[in-house]
């Protein structure tokens, strides 16, 4: 078997780590000089809409000896919105660093790998690729190059700002902002990298030109906003955005002896735009079908059902009003209301949208 893998990010490198405790190693085409995405983020895994898996951690390592050091464990979530703020606590999820950072979950991924070879500088072209390997794993981040190979079913195409901000904060708490007003059926979020720094973003789907016109001043009042939440002026460095970042699913996670992992499957859970521990297991499961220990399509089932459980979900904010989302966070006072959403194994979120299905026409 020759093995290729398009994409040195989480999903291929993840399938990288897998395929090599299976005995076999693969060509791995990065087409940056170094790991690493184009902008400095921390990011959150949370078990949220992925009941079975409540510390990731701790998953990875027994199931399938693969190590994760997360940057911290997350012990409370503030919800903010237009004139509420509330909280949740408990076993929340996990901060990692991503992308360039020395702690980064690709970086460490890389390092867990002892025989593939990750040519760096490489913008590799599957159809070049497929013709010299006899397995190729897409796994570039872009659902557009899945789209030259096959369907992909767009649920929104979505815009951020975001930056590096510094100033001083608890490390294992997030904060998170739901108005209409700065982040349009989306949100806006802080996660801490340390004491010190911390990620600030603002995300929401690019349904309207006038929000994509409107992004810097969405971005000046997110700032201001966090500010006065953290009740601090943040020093903001870095500065990013990001256009037509597409959430979405493919028709069929392998071809042939093509396999579609992370954002090429459909790893974004369209509710919140959680992608990471999708992308680690498309990477997984696709290792283990090339090497004969699964198959691929029947193992990333669950997965789809979760896009799917997401997407109603995502539909569903998408109609509240600033009013509303303060009703919401308003809840969240309600003691049983915060022990409910952040109980393992509850799937609260999982029952919400099967309630919520019936009414809202995808
Ligand atoms: C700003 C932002 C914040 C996010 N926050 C969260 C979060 O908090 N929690 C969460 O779970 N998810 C989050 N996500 C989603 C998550 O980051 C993605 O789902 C995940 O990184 C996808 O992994 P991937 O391996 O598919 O792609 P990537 O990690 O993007 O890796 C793709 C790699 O392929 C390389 N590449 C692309 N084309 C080629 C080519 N032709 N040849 C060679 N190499 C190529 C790229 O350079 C890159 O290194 C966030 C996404 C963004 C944009």
């Known amino acids: 078997m020759k093995i290729a893998i398009i994409g040195a990010g989480l999903a291929g490198l993840s399938c990288a780590v897998a395929l090599e405790k299976h005995g076999h190693s693969a060509d791995i085409f990065e087409q940056r000089n170094e790991i690493g995405l184009?902008?400095?983020?921390?990011?959150?895994?949370?078990?949220?809409?992925?009941?079975?898996?409540n510390d990731s951690v701790k998953f990875f390592s027994e199931t399938y000896d693969i190590h994760f050091k997360p940057a911290s464990n997350v012990q409370k979530i503030f919800v903010h919105s237009e004139?509420?703020?509330?909280?949740?606590?408990?076993?929340?999820g996990f901060v990692n660093m991503r992308g360039r950072y020395e702690d980064s979950y690709e970086k460490q991924l890389a390092q867990q790998l002892v025989h593939s070879t990750i040519h760096y500088d490489s913008h590799a072209n599957y159809e070049n690729i497929s013709k010299e390997y006899t397995h190729v794993v897409v796994a570039t981040g872009d659902p557009q190059d899945t789209q030259q190979i096959q369907p992909f079913d767009i649920a929104l195409p979505s815009a951020f700002a975001g930056a590096v901000?510094?100033?001083?904060?608890?490390?294992?708490?997030?904060?998170?902002?739901?108005?209409?007003?700065?982040?349009?059926q989306g949100m806006g979020y802080l996660i801490p990298h340390s004491?010190?720094?911390?990620?600030?973003?603002i995300v929401f789907?690019?349904?309207?030109?006038?929000?994509?016109?409107?992004?810097?001043?969405?971005?000046?009042?997110?700032?201001?906003?966090?500010?006065?939440a953290l009740e601090q002026e943040l020093v903001v460095e870095n500065e990013f955005t990001i256009n037509d970042y597409?959430?979405?699913?493919?028709?069929y996670p392998r071809i042939g002896n093509t396999f579609f992992v992370g954002n090429c499957f459909g790893a974004i859970t369209p509710f919140l735009g959680f992608g990471q521990t999708g992308s680690i297991l498309t990477g997984i499961y696709a290792a283990q079908d090339i090497c004969g220990h699964?198959?691929?399509?029947?193992?990333c089932k669950p997965l789809f059902n979760d896009y799917e459980d997401s997407l109603v979900l995502r539909r569903g904010i998408e109609r509240l009003s600033n009013h509303q989302l303060?009703?919401?966070?308003?809840?969240?006072?309600?003691?049983?209301?915060?022990?409910?959403?952040?109980?393992?194994?509850?799937g609260v979120l999982k029952g919400l949208s099967h309630l919520l299905k019936p009414f809202i026409s995808k």
């Open 83 to 92: 004139n509420e703020s509330s909280y949740v606590e408990g076993n929340i």
């Open 165 to 184: 901000v510094k100033g001083e904060f608890v490390r294992n708490e997030v904060h998170t902002w739901f108005n209409n007003d700065f982040a349009p």
């Open 294 to 299: 699964g198959d691929y399509e029947k193992l």
């Open 195 to 201: 004491e010190t720094q911390a990620t600030l973003v």
């Open 326 to 346: 303060d009703l919401v966070t308003k809840s969240l006072h309600n003691p049983l209301i915060r022990k409910i959403v952040t109980r393992p194994n509850m």
């Open 246 to 251: 597409i959430v979405g699913k493919c028709h």
């Open 38 to 53: 184009g902008y400095d983020i921390a990011e959150l895994m949370t078990p949220i809409l992925h009941g079975p898996i």
């Open 205 to 228: 789907p690019q349904y309207k030109d006038e929000w994509l016109q409107k992004r810097s001043e969405f971005w000046e009042t997110m700032v201001k906003e966090a500010s006065h």
